[in-house]
C-alpha cells in the first residue's frame, strides 16, 4: 500500500519550460491537493479537488494548472516555469465523509523543483 | 494577526524531558485542529487530530481551549525520533461555506542525547 506517490521526486527547469508534476493516491479517497512549501512561508495550497471532476483554486493558483484526470490522479502543470515557482511541491489526499468533517491529509513525498 | 501562529522555536531539550508547544488561532469559527510533524525533507505526516476536549495518543497529549483559541501538544519522555517540526492546522468555514485549511509554520524541536 503505497498511499500517495509523486514523481519526480528532483526537477531542474530553465524559466519557460513545462512540465507536469504527476500524483497518484490508492487510498481511494475523494480529495486531492497541491501544495507548495517554502522557507518562511509554511504550507500553500495551489489547486485542490474536492472530488472527481472537480478542481478549485487555491490560496496561490497563478502559473499553474491542474487536472484531476480519474479518483487516482492528480496532475500539476506548469506552462512556463519561473525561478519564484523554486519550491517544494506536495501532493496531498484526504477523505472527506458526509457529517464528518476531518481533512486529515496524507501526503506525498515530495518534488523538489528548482527553476533557474 | 497571523490566522494560525507558533513559536518557531527551537525548543532544545534533553531525552525524557516533558516539552509543550502551543498554537494560537484568530478564527473563532475553526471547527477542528491537527497537529502535523514533519521530518527534515520530507512530507508532513499527521500526529493527532484535536477535537472538543483533546486527546491523548501515548506520550502525546493534545488539547483545546477555544475560549482562548490555541491549542496544545504535550511530549512526554522525549525521544531522539522526536526531533522534528510540529506544524499546527486549523481548519474552518469561510464565509461561502466552503473548507479551509490554515498551516502554521511550525514548531522545531531537537531532543538531545
Known amino acids: 500500500n503505497a498511499g500517495v506517490t509523486q514523481t519526480p521526486k528532483f526537477q531542474v527547469l530553465k524559466t519557460g519550460q513545462s512540465m507536469t508534476l504527476q500524483c497518484a493516491q490508492d487510498?481511494?479517497?475523494?480529495?486531492m491537493y497541491w501544495y507548495r512549501q517554502d522557507p518562511g512561508m509554511g504550507l500553500r495550497l495551489i489547486y485542490y479537488?474536492?472530488?472527481?471532476?472537480?478542481?478549485d483554486k487555491g490560496e496561490v493558483p497563478n502559473g499553474y494548472n491542474v487536472s484531476r484526470l480519474n479518483k487516482r490522479e492528480f496532475s500539476l502543470r506548469l506552462e512556463s516555469a519561473a525561478p519564484s515557482q523554486t519550491s517544494v511541491y506536495f501532493c496531498?489526499?484526504?477523505?472527506?465523509?458526509?457529517?464528518?468533517?476531518?481533512?486529515?491529509?496524507?501526503f506525498g513525498p515530495g518534488t523538489r523543483l528548482t527553476v533557474t | 494577526r497571523k490566522e494560525v501562529e507558533q513559536d518557531p522555536g527551537p525548543f532544545n531539550v534533553p531525552e525524557g524531558a516533558t516539552v509543550a508547544f502551543n498554537c494560537t488561532y484568530s478564527?473563532?469559527?475553526?471547527?477542528?485542529f491537527f497537529w502535523y510533524r514533519q521530518d527534515c525533507r520530507k512530507e508532513p505526516k499527521l500526529l493527532m487530530s484535536?477535537?472538543?476536549?483533546?486527546n491523548e495518543d501515548g506520550r502525546f497529549t493534545a488539547q483545546l481551549n477555544r475560549a482562548s483559541q490555541y491549542i496544545s501538544l504535550l511530549i512526554r519522555d522525549s525521544k531522539l525520533s522526536d526531533s522534528a517540526t510540529y506544524l499546527c492546522?486549523?481548519?474552518?468555514?469561510?464565509?461561502?461555506?466552503?473548507?479551509?485549511?490554515?498551516w502554521g509554520l511550525g514548531t522545531s524541536l531537537a531532543v538531545n542525547p
Open positions: 484535536v477535537y472538543s476536549s483533546g
Open positions: 492546522v486549523v481548519n474552518l468555514f469561510n464565509a461561502g461555506n466552503n473548507r479551509k485549511l490554515i
Open positions: 487510498m481511494n479517497h475523494n480529495s
Open positions: 479537488s474536492a472530488s472527481e471532476g472537480t478542481t
Open positions: 478564527n473563532s469559527a475553526s471547527q477542528s
Open positions: 496531498a489526499a484526504s477523505q472527506v465523509s458526509r457529517g464528518r468533517v476531518t481533512h486529515e491529509q496524507y
